[in-house]
Every structure is written in C-alpha cells, then in structure tokens.
C-alpha cells in the first residue's frame, strides 16, 4: 500500500527537492487579466438578468411587495401540485409559503432522514441564493440545514430569489472569497437549466435535473 | 442533420463487449487497421467533422467575444497558474491533503492504476455498497474501474447521457468530452428498445426523457457516487466538478457514499484561480460560459445538513499512475508541461487528423486526438504507440486552440525525434535509407542530375494521367497506381510526375532567353 509520505516522496524526488517545507515563489495573483465584468459596474442586475436569460434561465424581476404573487404565477404556470421549499426562515420563506398556498400546491415535508428522498415527488421548489453572478448569470447555492442539495436539482422546476444586493459583477469577485473556515460542504454555481447534447449535438434541456430554472430578483 | 426513416446498420465498427478493446488494445498498439476502417466510413468521418466543426468555430467565437484581443494574456495566466502548480506539486499536495482532511474527507493515494481500483473496491466492500451510480471521468476509464466493480459483483452504471448509451451498447468513448460523436440517434433508439425495453423513438428529447426517468429509479437506491474531479484546491481541501446534465449531483450528494478518483495534475493552489481556470474550461469545451454545474466539494456532509454523503464518507483517491515520468521532465520543452491540460478536448476539435480519423477509438487509448498522442506515450511508453507521435499533420491547429497553451507541435516533434533515438518504429530504418541516399546524391552533383532524369524518364512513361486530362499549364502527367509501399499514396490521390524538364535546364533557358542571347 502507498502511504502519503511514499507518495509525496516520488513527487519530491521527480520534482527533484531535497527536502519537504522547501519555500516556493507565491503563486500568480494577477486574477483581474481574466475579468469581464468591472467591479465599478452599476447595472449588476440587469447584466445578470441577461447572461441568465442567454444560458436559457428565465428571469422575473419584481418589487419586495409582489414576490409572492410573482412566485405563485410561476407555480401556476408550472403546474406544480407538491413544491419543495429550500428557505432559511425569513420573509422570502413566508413570501413562497404564501406562495405555494395561492397556487393551491402542497409544501412537501422535511426529509425524515438524510437523503434526496422526499424531493423526487416534488413538482417544483423555491430555494434562496447564497449569491449570484452577473457575468456569468450563474446562482450561488450553499448547502446547509435550510438548504438540501436536492432542493436545485431532484425537481423538475427550480425557482430561485435572489436579492439584488447578492449580484456580484465577476466570478474574480466571488472566488477569492472563498476560505475553509466559509466553505460549506456543497456550493454549487447553477448557470442554466439541466442540459445535454450528447445525442447528434442538439441542445437538449432538462437532462437530469431541473428542465426550467426561474431566477427571481427582487430589491 | 436529417435523420433516416427505418434504423440503418451500425455506424462504428462493431464492439466487443465492454469496448475493452477499444481503449485497451494489445500492445504495442498500431494505427492503421482502425484508420483503414475510419477513413472508408464516410458516415463516421461526417459524424465527427459535423460535431468537432461545429463546437471548435463556436469555441473561437466564444472567446473573441468574451476576451477579444486579450485572449492571449488570459491563456499565459492560465498556463502559468498550472504550471507554477505543477512546478511545486509536493508543496500544494500536501496543502490539499491537509485541508481535506481537515474537512472531514478521507484521502488515499494510488500510485497506479491498479492500486486505485483496489481502494475503490475496498470502500465498495466496507461500505457494503451493491449500487454504483458514475459520473463521466477520463480518469476512471485510464484505471479501467467500471469493469473491476462489475466483477465484484457491485452494479456499476454510467449517469452521463452518452456514457450511458455507451454502457448499454458495449462501446467506448470516441472524445474526452462528448463521448458519443461516432453514433447516431438511431443507434440510441436501437439501443433503448433493446437494453430498456423502451418504445421505438428517435426523437432526442424523448429519448433523453428515458434516460432521465430509468437512471432516477437507478439513483434512488444507489449506495455508492464515483466521480472525477476537474480541480482540486489546496488552500480549501474541495473538489471541483463541473458537469451540464445534472447527474453528477446524484453521484456526488444522492449517495451515502461517494468516492473522487483524480489525477494528482488537477492541483490549483486556491480558489481565486477558479476564476481565471473556468472561464477558460467550459468556452474551449463547448462555448458556455461555465457549465452548468460548478460544484464545489469540502467534506462530508455537516452535522445538520439535510442530505450529502456520510460522515467518513467522501474519499479521494490521488492517482499518480506514470504522472511523476512526466513531472520529472520539467524545463523548457519539458513532458512536465503536458500535464497542464484541463481536458477541455478543444485540440481534439480542431484537429483535421481527429475528424479524418473518425474520433478516439483511432487512437487506442483513453485520451485521443493531438493531446492524446502526446498523453498517452507519455504515460504509456513511445514502444507501446509509436504511430501517435505520427497522426499529425504539425499544421498547429491543437496548440492554437490549446487554453493552457501547451506547444502540442513541438512535443510531437520532440516525441519523433526520441522515436528515432530508440530505433522506433521499424518504418524508421526505412526513412533513414530513404535519407542516407538522399544525402549521398547531393554530394554527388553528377549522380544527382543522373539519378534525377532516369526517375523523370521513368515516372512520365509510367504516367497513364487517372482519370482527368493532364494539366496544360503545368506539363504535369499523373500515376494513379504506384507499386510497392509507395501504393499508400496511390491508394488515396493520384500522384503527379515531374515536369518534361528539371529546373536547371529551365533557368538556364530562362536567363538565355532574358539576356537575348546577347552573351552567350
């Protein structure tokens, strides 16, 4: 069996260093040469609001007063009988709460043990962000105690509110951001329904996950 | 592309079960019988021109308009950020494994491949697993681990669309990315009615819906999510995934158990370069700009998370498998370089010689086209596949498309001339004749005029000018046939003879005529 300290030893020695704990140059920093959206940028929502809609992401934008009848509309027209809601407790949660109510869906209950599992019977669900980017029109998804991975992905619906303050303008925003102690165990950057073109190359949506993907904004 | 109404014969050559074969050839392995076949299969060779074609002007497009002219200092960023990692491997190793541990992962290291199909089999044993869901990975088809689950009796599926379809059918992946491009949608309908019993369709989304709903009856009662991994940062300990379909989230949160097998090249010292690697990864692949799922992974699941894997129950599996050959040469020009690559398989697109020969399979290992025939004899020994070095025209496309900017030209050159080095292969000893008679003849100016107008005196009486009229401006004839092993050329275009007249004869006439004879 290879124990870590054989291994590292063969890299050491291809690499060819005497010894481990040998100082090394810093790596490069000059993160900012790959940037495309300035940090200065005003119009954060509205340039997220684009790059969402190019990755086939649909994109409502609604004042605080009318988020929940803008999320009901959504499950409306989505059908959805049993909605799954990803939500720290919080007005967002008592908005798709109501939400759910007015479109006459079933808010599935909690997993009784860890797991997907209540989520396969789940039309839709409504999870907050932990961020957006608007460069990429991708969302930011942490995973915690209100937050089951399941939640974006097992259903066929995903509706997520995103608070305007929570666009960032360049993924040289958000990365550097990151630290072991802030990381949770899944974070994950949505950037678009589920796809796939694996057959003949024609761009099929909805592949395993979710088939509609609603970016919601508000103030 | 249309689509033919009844279901045709099948595309590809036929598989053996498993495709082992395909990627897994008896040693040494040579080109020509699978290029003899590719190149008559005209079906094939539209396949994959139509979808390399198309991804690679979508690729260029991508980035003019993202980037436009600083594309270039974007890629040198890129490339140094790898290289500077892989330049101090053992430093940021060594961060990684610490901080994944710290995280609550478990990490073991494999030093080849079969030690890291024996650690996934353990974990599958002590996990009492019996249901594997994977996820798409160049890396796990290098170690061959599908099979060896199988044989321990845990049910293995592949999740991702095309290597699903691939399973089924006993085939092979064809290119890194879009494993599929050698099969039509037919074979997928053939395939679904056969293995799934499904209705007959050949209409994608239906058939994709399919997929969709038998793989969520297979991800339901999974125990055990294998993986590849795209990064690995040091400075966090997380795993980086980054996938469009979606299953690779039920591999990597649905189980309780999921296993990351990655090469120890996937190193990035932090986060921050994350910004600079994606933008890059997902346009050369296929012109998005992220894929649609970028997951980040730092340990098990936390103590009142919902759902994700065990406690104790993320393992990853440092591969090395050949990998310290490469980083041993470092230096400009360096194999180290190779190791760069981020598998965006945008070379493979770009390549004339990858279309020409019908995708992967030519090319008899797990990674194909122009990185592959610098990858895998790197890994795998020139011995074993001393034509790869050879299936390139060195017209530069690769490198040009190359986000990581490794010089792929100049590293076939540099395998061809280590080739020559080692004796390999036995067509060298001819080419050197070839060149030993060629060098005698120019140092012999007399034996060269000779030797020069006996072959123009043979060739043009030979010259039976194929199947067009000879070429009235140019006092060219054509052979359609030449004997021997020069028939290699014959077999494809004709061959055209030298003019009635060499080029000193001409220019001596030429400079008579210029000066109007004045001084002769």
Redesign the interface.
Do not use: C, N, Q, W
């Given at each position: 069996?290879?124990?870590?300290a054989?291994?590292?030893a063969?890299?050491?020695?291809?690499?060819?260093?005497r010894a481990?704990g040998?100082p090394?140059?810093p790596?490069?920093?000059?993160?900012d040469?790959?940037r495309?959206v300035p940090r200065s940028a005003t119009d954060l929502p509205a340039r997220f609001a684009t790059?969402a809609a190019?990755?086939g992401m649909t994109v409502h934008r609604t004042p605080a007063a009318d988020l929940e009848s803008c999320l009901a509309a959504i499950l409306r027209a989505a059908g959805a009988r049993r909605v799954a809601l990803a939500l720290t407790p919080g007005m967002h949660r008592l908005a798709a709460e109501s939400a759910a109510r007015a479109a006459g869906a079933d808010i599935l209950p909690?997993?009784s043990s860890?797991?997907?599992?209540p989520h396969?019977d789940a039309d839709a669900s409504i999870t907050d962000v932990a961020g957006a980017i608007a460069?990429?029109?991708?969302l930011v998804i942490a995973?915690?105690?209100h937050a089951?991975?399941?939640a974006f992905?097992v259903p066929p619906v995903h509706i997520a509110i995103v608070r305007e303050d929570q666009i960032l303008p360049?993924?040289?925003d958000?990365?550097?951001t990151?630290?072991?102690n802030t990381?949770?165990?899944?974070?994950?950057?949505?950037?678009?329904?589920?796809?796939?073109?694996?057959?003949?190359?024609?761009l099929?949506t909805?592949?395993?996950?979710?088939r509609e993907v609603h970016a919601v904004l508000t103030a | 592309m249309s689509s033919p109404a009844h279901p045709t014969g099948p595309v590809a050559s036929a598989p053996a079960p498993g495709g082992d074969h395909l990627l897994e050839p008896p040693l040494p392995y040579r080109m020509a019988p699978r290029l003899a076949r590719a190149t008559k299969n005209i079906q094939l060779q539209q396949f994959v021109a139509t979808a390399t074609r198309l991804k690679d002007t979508k690729r260029i497009a991508s980035f003019e308009a993202t980037f436009g002219d600083r594309l270039g200092a974007v890629r040198d960023l890129a490339a140094s950020i790898k290289q500077h990692t892989l330049d101090h491997l053992d430093h940021y190793l060594e961060q990684f494994i610490d901080n994944a541990q710290r995280a609550g992962a478990t990490v073991h290291y494999a030093a080849d491949a079969a030690e890291a199909r024996d650690i996934c089999l353990r974990i599958a044993r002590d996990t009492n697993s019996t249901l594997c869901v994977k996820s798409k990975s160049m890396v796990t088809e290098e170690i061959r681990l599908l099979p060896a689950l199988e044989a321990a009796g845990v049910k293995t599926v592949e999740t991702d669309l095309g290597e699903f379809i691939l399973q089924l059918d006993g085939d092979a992946p064809s290119h890194i990315v879009t494993p599929m491009i050698h099969k039509d949608r037919t074979a997928v309908a053939r395939a679904f009615v056969r293995e799934l019993g499904a209705p007959y369709t050949e209409d994608p989304a239906q058939l994709t819906g399919i997929a969709r709903e038998h793989l969520r009856g297979l991800y339901r009662r999974a125990d055990l999510g294998i993986t590849g991994a795209n990064f690995l940062v040091a400075s966090t300990g997380s795993v980086v995934v980054c996938t469009n379909e979606g299953n690779a989230g039920f591999c990597i949160s649905g189980t309780r158990t999921h296993i990351v097998v990655a090469g120890i090249e996937k190193l990035i010292p932090g986060p921050e370069h994350l910004a600079v690697l994606l933008k890059l990864l997902a346009r050369s692949s296929t012109a998005q700009p992220l894929t649609v799922y970028t997951t980040l992974i730092t340990g098990p699941r936390k103590q009142h998370d919902p759902d994700g894997p065990d406690q104790g129950g993320v393992h990853i599996i440092l591969l090395d498998n050949g990998r310290t050959d490469l980083l041993r040469r470092g230096g400009p020009g360096g194999a180290r370089e190779i190791l760069r690559c981020i598998r965006c398989g945008a070379c493979l697109n770009a390549c004339p010689v990858f279309r020409k020969a019908g995708g992967g399979h030519a090319y008899g290992a797990v990674y194909s086209g122009p990185i592959g025939a610098i990858l895998t004899p790197s890994l795998k020994g020139l011995h074993n596949y001393p034509d790869l070095p050879h299936a390139s025209s060195l017209c530069g496309a690769c490198g040009d498309a190359c986000p990581v900017c490794i010089d792929i030209p100049a590293h076939l050159i540099r395998l061809r001339a280590e080739m020559t080095g080692l004796g390999l292969p036995r067509g060298m000893r001819a080419r050197k004749a070839v060149i030993a008679l060629w060098t005698f003849l120019l140092k012999h100016p007399r034996l060269y005029r000779l030797a020069a107008a006996t072959q123009r005196t043979i060739l043009r009486a030979l010259a039976d000018d194929g199947p067009g009229a000879p070429d009235p401006m140019a006092d060219r004839r054509w052979l359609s046939a030449l004997p021997g092993p020069a028939a290699a050329w014959t077999q494809h275009r004709d061959f055209p003879t030298p003019p009635a007249a060499d080029f000193r004869s001409w220019w001596t006439a030429h400079e008579r005529a210029r000066h109007g004879g004045r001084d002769s």
């Open positions: 069996m290879t124990t870590r054989d291994f590292l063969r890299i050491r020695d291809a690499l060819g260093r481990e040998t090394i140059p790596p490069p920093t000059d993160i040469t790959a495309t790059a190019a990755v909690p997993p860890p797991g997907f599992e396969y460069e990429t029109g991708s995973s915690g105690p089951p991975r399941a992905l360049d993924l040289a958000f990365f550097p990151l630290t072991p990381l949770p165990a899944s974070l994950v950057l949505i950037t678009g329904p589920s796809k796939t073109a694996d057959i003949e190359g024609i099929i909805g592949a395993h996950g979710p | -």
